[in-house]
């Protein structure tokens, strides 16, 4: 459906939360708003930023795929922008379908922005072959709405190509553009040295499996002031309440556990926003690890970095903008981060910034959106905004039993248990009016829902008071 004359333009982006979503951590714990990972927020704000205008309004989704929505989209929007990482992948296979069930059914443009394949670092697609058949269905669908399909690296551009789709551009990943066309990464110090402050990030397979767990712990025995950042909701969670009910508890050797000696030392953290991850980040001297969107994170402070790769989706990332990496595979027990810093070249990626920016803002010109640092005011508006707003810090380890932190978090879960008792008054009044479900289950279900929304941190919280 075109947009109306004279009216502002209104863009539905899939993303966890809008970058002006200010929650406290328990709730953005309890909500999930990163989706899963925090370092989705990395993109998803950027891409926010980059498509706000003075003539567009951008409206987040929540993440939630709701194809029973695709009227009221039809009818309140004028475009759906999907920011994707590495969602070609069989894990998210489930959601991928859902949202080609959305788009088949939206009749206004639909633009993918940064979507990648994920397999190992020899690029062998084999992996993905079972399901060839909804990447099919899902390109399909955005390129019967779109100009073009934007995509991470060169990888996922030959991995569809080799399907058969032609209306594929590499434009790496929204979240680089958050700042436009400028973007310089220089080193603060010659050399990293004992007094050196260095971020380090990694996933659960990269501690578990690749090594990295051996990497972590030499350079904390050599820098004092080296920080672990962690990305995942189970992350998060175990630093905040300590909840070790996710299968990733059982990576011991990762920093954001709590038997592991960073957590003790209150060196971890976990960000629920953007915008505090990345003003941390400038006050650090080198930033390196596994995760893309961790390092990414320290680019955009301006702080050097490199990626420590482990597939084909953080590689192909890291050879497109031409980001300082490593292959993990290659790496040994005895890698320092200084080494790394030394080596870093950030000629490439700031030299070849402007032409990667032009390029994308050429892709979204193909695809009909507006994007700030032509049509708008760079983005002025949007970081005069955020100023105003007070984001919670990073969340850090649970590690007092002091009064002031046991009220924050018993103070959320009375409020909790008090929006539970509103619903189970109106569920019994419902009851009353004729309801068909029985008083005992609908109390019943109540209870299940309490139970499962604060059973857990109070038992997380009264074990920490033990130890």
Not at 4 to 25: A, W
Not at 71 to 86: C, K, Q, S
Not at 295 to 305: D, E, H, Q, S, V
Request: charged letters at 25%.
């Amino acid at each position: 459906m075109p947009p109306t004359p004279n009216r502002e333009k209104r863009i539905l982006l899939r993303s966890g939360k809008s970058p002006y979503d200010v929650f406290p951590v328990e709730e953005a714990l309890h909500q999930d708003v990163i989706a899963t990972n925090s370092g989705n927020l990395i993109f998803s704000d950027a891409s926010h930023k980059i498509l706000e205008t003075p003539g567009t309004e951008v409206v987040s989704n929540g993440v939630r795929t709701e194809v029973a929505a695709a009227d009221r989209i039809n009818e309140e929007y004028d475009a759906f922008v999907v920011p994707l990482a590495n969602a070609f992948r069989p894990s998210f296979e489930p959601q991928l379908k859902r949202l080609t069930r959305l788009i088949s059914r939206l009749r206004i443009p639909v633009v993918v922005l940064g979507i990648g394949a994920q397999a190992g670092l020899s690029y062998n697609a084999a992996r993905l072959k079972p399901m060839e058949p909804s990447v099919r269905e899902f390109v399909s669908a955005v390129l019967d709405r779109s100009a073009s399909i934007g995509v991470r690296g060169e990888f996922t551009e030959k991995y569809l190509k080799d399907l058969g789709f032609h209306d594929v551009e590499v434009i790496g990943c929204p979240s680089l553009f958050m700042y436009g066309k400028e973007l310089a990464v220089t080193k603060r110090t010659s050399a990293l040295s004992g007094d050196s402050r260095i971020a380090v990030n990694g996933s659960h397979s990269a501690v578990q499996k690749q090594g990295l767990d051996k990497v972590i712990a030499r350079a904390h025995a050599r820098y004092p002031h080296l920080t672990f950042i962690g990305q995942n909701l189970s992350d998060a969670r175990q630093l905040h309440w300590r909840d070790l009910s996710h299968p990733n508890a059982r990576v011991t050797a990762i920093p954001t556990h709590p038997d592991h000696p960073m957590y003790r030392e209150d060196k971890v953290r976990v960000y629920v926003d953007p915008v505090t991850w990345i003003d941390d980040l400038r006050g650090y001297d080198f930033s390196f690890g596994s995760r893309i969107h961790g390092n990414i994170a320290a680019l955009l402070a301006g702080t050097p970095a490199t990626v420590l790769c482990g597939d084909s989706r953080t590689l192909e990332l890291c050879r497109y903008f031409d980001i300082p990496h490593r292959r993990i595979d290659k790496l040994t027990a005895e890698l320092d981060p200084a080494q790394l810093y030394e080596e870093a070249d950030f000629t490439g990626f700031s030299g070849g910034h402007l032409e990667r920016f032009e390029r994308f803002t050429a892709f979204l010109d193909r695809n009909g959106l507006e994007n700030t640092f032509t049509h708008g005011d760079g983005g002025a508006a949007f970081e005069a905004r955020m100023k105003e707003l007070t984001f919670p810090a990073g969340v850090r380890p649970w590690n007092d039993a002091d009064l002031a932190s046991l009220t924050s978090r018993f103070g959320w879960m009375h409020s909790r248990i008090a929006e539970l008792s509103l619903d189970n008054a109106q569920l019994k009044r419902e009851l009353e009016r004729g309801a068909a479900t029985s008083g005992t289950a609908a109390s019943a279900s109540v209870y299940r829902r309490a139970r499962r929304v604060v059973g857990r941190p109070i038992r997380r919280a009264l074990q920490s008071g033990r130890q």
